[in-house]
């Protein structure tokens, strides 16, 4: 499903649906609660800062910097 988080070394079965806004883990896989809303911003901001370091590697590779 959309924003989902599976956490680290989770092991899902094959062809897992999982619903959307979930947080799983564990061997096997166990959905443990459904994301909050500060959950989800952790995500955004996340993905946000790693578009910043991405764009000042390739700026710094191009001499831009």
């Known amino acids: 499903g959309d924003w989902c988080i599976i956490a680290a070394?989770?092991?899902?079965?094959?062809?897992?649906?999982?619903?959307?806004?979930?947080?799983?883990k564990g061997?096997?896989?166990?959905?443990?609660?459904?994301l909050e809303e500060k959950d989800k911003s952790?995500?955004?901001?996340a993905y946000q800062n790693y578009l910043?370091?991405?764009?000042?590697?390739?700026?710094t590779r191009e001499g831009l910097v």
Not at 9 to 24: D, F, H, K, Q, R
Not at 52 to 59: D, G, L, S, Y
């Open 27 to 34: 061997i096997p896989g166990k959905i443990t609660r459904k």
């Open 52 to 59: 910043e370091k991405v764009k000042k590697i390739q700026q």
């Open 9 to 24: 070394g989770s092991v899902l079965a094959p062809y897992t649906t999982i619903p959307t806004e979930s947080l799983v």
């Open 42 to 45: 952790y995500i955004v901001t």
